[in-house]
């Protein structure tokens, strides 16, 4: 079946570091791909996604390319700031279907802090 | 505005006890979701519903039931053959491939 693998948190970073968030997946046929983010006690924000191979996904200065050869959705951001502390979730979508259905699958989460 | 609103935020519920949660949308979404968050584990479906009157066991299914009898309504009894129920409970609609989350609902057991 369909499966997301993410690096284990947590990761902590000072003010203006670059982040790399690795996030790899298994699943039949061409999925699309998320990352959401969620803030403490709430529920999940779509943070960006891609749809097909080579589609780069990006919002808020977060960016992530899907790679079809590496089954590969890595999050990336330049210069993290204090308010991008918070829990993030790569996931898939689709592929092949399921009892005509389509689910949404989940890696495990990566919480991240930014320290100032 | 349009949205998923989930209630109770937190719930606390003796052993032996059944509850529900309600989920609640004016999205006209089809398709409705329930999925589990445990620290470390990401989310995992309990079930979803791609139409009313119509439901699908998710990967943990067991010690939950769920209803379909509205478009708007895909509320979430926790039962209590569920042998550990503390965990936060989220909510979600789709359609196309957009995926809409509601806040969640904490759910103690004490």
């Known amino acids: 079946g369909n499966s997301v693998t993410q690096m284990e948190g947590p990761v902590t970073l000072s003010e203006e570091a670059f982040l790399t968030i690795n996030c790899t997946y298994t699943a039949t046929g061409y999925p699309s791909l998320f990352w959401y983010v969620q803030y403490p006690g709430e529920g999940l924000q779509l943070l960006l996604k891609?749809?097909?191979?080579?589609d780069k996904g990006s919002n808020k200065g977060f960016e992530a390319t899907y790679r079809k050869e590496t089954t590969s959705f890595h999050l990336e951001k330049g210069s993290v700031q204090v308010s991008d502390s918070a829990v993030y979730f790569c996931a898939l979508s689709g592929g092949a279907r399921i009892q005509g259905a389509q689910k949404l699958v989940f890696g495990q989460g990566t919480r991240l802090t930014i320290n100032p | 505005d349009g949205g998923i609103t989930q209630s109770p935020k937190y719930l606390f519920r003796k052993e032996g006890q059944n509850v529900t949660l309600s989920c609640e949308q004016n999205l006209n979404h089809d398709a409705m979701y329930w999925y589990r968050q445990d620290p470390g584990q990401g989310l995992r479906l309990i079930y979803y519903?791609?139409?009313?009157?119509?439901?699908q066991k998710g990967d943990i299914a067991e010690g939950y039931s769920v209803s379909r009898e509205k478009k708007e309504s895909f509320p979430l009894t926790v039962t209590s053959a569920q042998k550990n129920p503390t965990a936060f409970y989220l909510c979600a609609t789709r359609t196309g491939n957009g995926y809409t989350f509601g806040s969640g609902t904490r759910l103690t057991v004490v």
């Open positions: 891609a749809t097909k191979a080579d």
């Open positions: 519903s791609q139409i009313v009157n119509d439901f």
